[in-house]
């Protein structure tokens, strides 16, 4: 197996592995992002996320879409590829 097959093992797990929508916790967990930075995104509407709760509820459980992380992330890493940035 040569080193490349390595580095891609990770980005292949967590696109055939990963559900649809994910806790916070998970997100954070797979894509190695800190809680206040996927909050940042959600807020500034960078990546989609769902609040499971009633109307009459302040809090409930809230779900990030991983294709719209990855979706950012890809987009994140082609932008610096084209600067020339590792």
Known sequence: MNQNSC???PQEVVKMNAPEWLR???AKR???ISKPKLYQLIHAGTIRSAALRS???VRGTRLISSMS???YIEALADAQAKEGRP
């Open 69 to 71: 992380l990855r979706t």
């Open 30 to 32: 797979l894509f190695g």
């Open 7 to 9: 580095q891609n093992r």
């Open 24 to 26: 916070v916790s998970e």
């Open 55 to 57: 109307p009459q509820q």
